[in-house]
């Protein structure tokens, strides 16, 4: 069935570093794609999305990349500082799920001070 | 900025009991949903409206209704709570439905 994973359920970084977190997606048909951020007992928060058009979207200090042909998405948070520790997911939208928002399991984002 | 908000961020209730989980939104969004999230499942789809009085089963509807009588309010229904009803009930509403999803900040729920 259609999937959306991710590769690592916890990254830990260097405060100051930067931060890639991926995704795999298995519907070829998506066409839109939305990373979210997740603190503890917060509900999920909208950081970045992208259109199956485009292969790079950049935000502040975020950047999300599309390959298309691997079917897999990143997200690149440049400068981690502590307040990016929190659980990111990527979600897929369109193609044959049609409305349906299909969400990752998560990833765990530890930064060290 | 959109706000969702939800009435309640935890809930203690017991097992047979009639539970009201109720979201309200601001921004005017056609379409609202209902998420359960429970570790290492993810986010699950229990039901969501793309209209007042409209409703749609998502993946896990079983043991739970929902009602929208105004744009703005989307309330989840457990009708007789049981144990495997603990988890977070996170609400979300978009303006068009492949568009993005605002969250509510959830509903931390324990059945007894």
């Known amino acids: 069935g259609e999937s959306v994973g991710l590769h690592l359920p916890t990254l830990s970084v260097q405060e100051g570093d930067n931060s890639i977190i991926n995704c795999a997606y298995s519907?070829?048909?998506?066409?839109?794609f939305i990373w979210y951020k997740q603190e503890s007992g917060k509900g999920p928060q909208f950081i970045i999305d992208?259109?199956?058009?485009?292969d790079k979207r950049q935000g502040q200090r975020v950047t999300v990349l599309l390959n298309k042909t691997v079917k897999h998405l990143s997200l690149q948070i440049a400068a981690t500082q502590p307040g990016d520790s929190a659980v990111y997911f990527c979600?897929?939208?369109?193609?044959?799920?049609?409305?349906?928002?299909?969400f990752g399991a998560g990833t765990r984002l530890f930064v060290k001070a | 900025d959109v706000k969702v908000t939800q009435s309640s961020r935890y809930l203690v209730k017991r097992t047979g009991e009639k539970v009201f989980l109720e979201c309200v939104q601001d921004?005017?969004?056609?379409?609202m949903f209902w998420y359960r999230q429970d570790p290492g499942l993810g986010l699950r789809l229990i039901y969501f409206?793309?209209?007042?009085?409209?409703?749609e089963k998502g993946d896990i509807p079983e043991g739970y209704s929902v009602s929208r009588e105004k744009k703005e309010r989307f309330s989840l229904i457990l009708e007789s709570a049981s144990t495997n009803q603990t988890s977070m009930y996170l609400c979300?509403?978009?303006?068009?439905?492949?568009?993005?999803?605002?969250f509510g900040p959830g509903t931390r729920l324990l059945v007894l």
């Open positions: 921004m005017d969004h056609e379409n």
């Open positions: 992208i259109r199956s058009n485009m």
């Open positions: 979300a509403s978009s303006y068009r439905l492949q568009e993005t999803q605002y």
């Open positions: 519907n070829s048909a998506s066409d839109y």
């Open positions: 409206s793309y209209d007042v009085k409209m409703k």
């Open positions: 979600a897929e939208n369109g193609g044959t799920g049609g409305f349906k928002t299909i």
